[in-house]
């Protein structure tokens, strides 16, 4: 592997790196609903209550993608990272060995205005046995500095070669994740589109009352939740740095819901999770799912303010619980984080960072 094939394909990665690395995190506009052809049948019209629901269904879908699209933007930035590390190696590997073959050089160039005699038969012609003994100890030198320069030299080639093999994978990992993040910001769009639409046929007077709709089945399913005595054990306080995550949490409310986002003016459910804990001095995962996955679990009857509840059985929203059966979240686009009953959803867990 010559020089130039190493360092093209350092510079061709890192090129690479600004193409693919374009964000894309805006909510996108509704698209604009199509009138019925000439004799086509005329569906019923539905209720408040079953729009509500198609709505929510839509948005759930929607929230599912988005953690699928926000890990894989994780995971491209770390692909990234590496990449860039991998195309530093590979330069510094190909200098390494460029000024190991001007080493070698050297020494053989040295060898030839010598009279390209060896040392070893220098030895043995000398008379002085002063010399003698100074030329065996520089013999046995040169002989290991040699092999040692061989040696080195190998191995930063086949390092070199590593490097080059690891970059081309870990490149074509990262097209792969890109393309995946593609089709997941469609399946986005799509949804958050069809949600928009449905919710723009309607007229004003009825899009306050899907609100309330909306409001009393928050209400409803926090009734039920504190039926069942769920609050009756927890009692316990937060801790210091859980009244920093709340304190940040609580600051962000009536900003507005965007997916993909992480702050400072919008944020997605768990972009705020992510951000709040930061602020605290803790690193948590960047996804609902990952947060589950990853984070210590709790019982819920084990809760304490700072601690994320995460929502429904594919883990796909997250808030933070503030106390008194409340916690702060990003509900969805086209609404702003705000508070609400911790068992206004469907709870799957309560994860803890700072256990």
């Known amino acids: 592997m010559n020089r130039r094939r190493c360092v093209s394909v350092a510079i061709t990665v890192v090129c690479a790196l600004t193409v693919l690395a374009e964000p894309a ?9 199509p ?47 590496e990449i860039v590390r991998l195309s530093k190696a590979i330069v510094d590997g190909q200098e390494r060995i ?25 030895l043995v012609l000398t008379d002085d046995p002063r010399l003698f003994l100074e ?42 994740n890109r393309a995946k ?13 069809a949600a928009e639409r ?21 209400n409803d399913a926090q009734t039920r939740w504190l039926a069942t005595g769920a609050l009756q054990e927890i009692d316990r306080g937060a801790t210091a740095e859980g009244r920093k995550a709340i304190a940040y949490a609580t600051a962000q409310i009536g900003k507005p819901y965007v997916w993909g986002a992480e702050g400072p003016d919008s944020f997605d459910c768990s972009g705020l999770t992510l951000r709040a ?33 995460i929502y429904f059985a594919d883990a796909s929203h997250v808030g933070i619980y503030v106390g008194d059966g409340k916690m702060v979240h990003a509900p969805r686009p086209g609404r702003d984080i705000t508070v609400a009953g911790a068992g206004s959803m469907p709870i799957l867990g309560v994860v803890r960072p700072d256990k």
């Open 277 to 309: 804990w930061g602020a605290a001095g803790r690193g948590i995962p960047r996804t609902s799912q990952e947060q589950w996955r990853l984070l210590p679990r709790v019982a819920v009857r084990d809760l304490r303010p700072g601690d994320l509840i």
């Open 181 to 193: 993040q593609a089709r997941t910001k469609k399946l986005i769009q799509d949804k958050i589109a």
């Open 198 to 218: 449905l919710e723009s046929r309607l007229e004003a007077a009825e899009r306050e009352r899907l609100r309330e709709l909306e409001r009393q089945a928050q």
């Open 25 to 33: 995190h805006a909510a996108p506009a509704p698209a604009p609903t």
């Open 135 to 176: 030329s065996t100890n520089r013999v046995v030198q040169g002989q290991k500095a040699t092999r040692d320069l061989l040696t080195e030299l190998q191995k930063r080639q086949d390092d070199l070669e590593t490097y080059t093999r690891d970059a081309s994978a870990e490149y074509g990992r990262l097209e792969a």
């Open 98 to 122: 460029d000024d190991l073959k001007r080493r070698a050089g050297a020494a053989a160039r040295a060898q030839y205005r010598n009279g390209g005699i060896p040392e070893e038969a220098k």
């Open 35 to 81: 009138s019925p052809g000439a004799g086509a049948q005329v569906a019923p019209k539905k209720s408040l209550e079953q729009v509500r629901a198609e709505i929510d269904a839509l948005y759930r879908q929607a929230a599912s993608a988005t953690d699928a699209y926000n890990l894989a933007e994780e995971q491209a930035k770390k692909q990234s990272a």
